[in-house]
């Protein structure tokens, strides 16, 4: 049997939480307001340097896979790999070397299925096994689902939701799987990433492999830092609770 795992986006620029809400970036406050974040709520000043959440889709690959690991190692970055059930079922090795050396794993399904097209049941089964063959192979149960294609509904969502996964799509999508040169999928994502969005690549094409040390050198000369999604938005929701702390604070302030 041949899989084509190819993406196609049907979606808007878009990330979606498991209550299915849009969440945006938060930009960072004013000096002033970190000042008084870092007082009085303890919140590391980290939170506030751009930040960007790397993905790799369809994954692993006999040789691409472990060429990408080894550069992320080099240059110190995590990252966030949704992989296919049954591949991770052929190469269990790789899976366990992207958990052991600190990325984030997500469920991608078992066999890249369009899950709007394949009824209720069937849809559960591709994203239970591989959330289970996830857990098997790494022990840890997976806590990101993103949909092949990006096919999702309000079902799918409360599938996943159940399952106790966060439904995760993505910012920034340079179509890589058209197998554009290096560069191009580089300075596309340069060119379209803001602090804290999601990129969508995918492990299983080459040309993707040799665009990431160019990626990942742009974006520290911007002074960014890479975080796996579940950081990413933990970080969102910590950066909009240090807003929504600095305006209660402002009401308190003049209601005085
Ligand atoms: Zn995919």
């Known amino acids: 049997m041949v899989l084509i795992f190819a993406t196609i986006v049907f979606l808007p620029n878009n990330i979606f939480t498991q209550s299915g809400t ?10 002033q307001a970190r000042d008084f974040i870092q007082k009085d709520s303890k919140i590391e000043a980290d939170i506030w340097k751009p930040c960007v959440a790397l993905t790799f889709d369809d994954g692993p690959h006999k040789y691409l896979t472990p060429r990408l690991l080894d550069i992320l ?6 990252a966030t790999f949704f ?7 052929v190469y269990p090795d790789i ?3 992207i958990y052991n050396e600190g990325h984030e794993v ?9 899950l709007t097209q394949i009824g209720i049941g069937k849809a559960t089964w591709q994203i239970k096994s591989a959330k289970d063959t996830i857990f098997q192979t790494t022990g840890v149960k997976p806590k990101l689902f993103r949909p092949p294609y990006g096919a999702t509904n309000k079902y799918i969502a409360d ?15 340079p179509c890589d799987w058209r197998d554009y040169t290096p ?16 990129i969508l690549m995918h492990d299983i094409h080459a040309n993707t492999i040799k665009a990431v040390p160019g990626i990942i ?11 796996a999604v579940s950081s990413i938005l933990e970080i969102r929701n910590q950066r909009w609770l240090a807003k929504k702390a600095k305006q209660d604070n402002q009401i308190l302030q003049a209601k005085r």
Do not use: C
């Open 22 to 31: 849009a969440a945006g970036t938060v930009k960072p406050l004013s000096a």
């Open 73 to 78: 190692k080099n240059n110190d970055v995590k």
């Open 83 to 89: 992989v296919v059930g049954n591949r991770m079922k």
């Open 95 to 97: 899976v366990k070397r």
């Open 106 to 114: 997500g469920d991608h399904t078992w066999g890249h299925a369009w």
């Open 159 to 173: 599938i996943v939701a159940k399952m106790g996964m966060r439904q995760i799509i993505w910012n920034v999508d």
């Open 183 to 198: 560069e191009r999928t580089a300075n596309y994502i340069l060119k379209n990433t803001h602090d804290g969005d999601i």
């Open 217 to 227: 050198s742009m974006f520290r000369k911007k002074g960014y830092v890479f975080v």
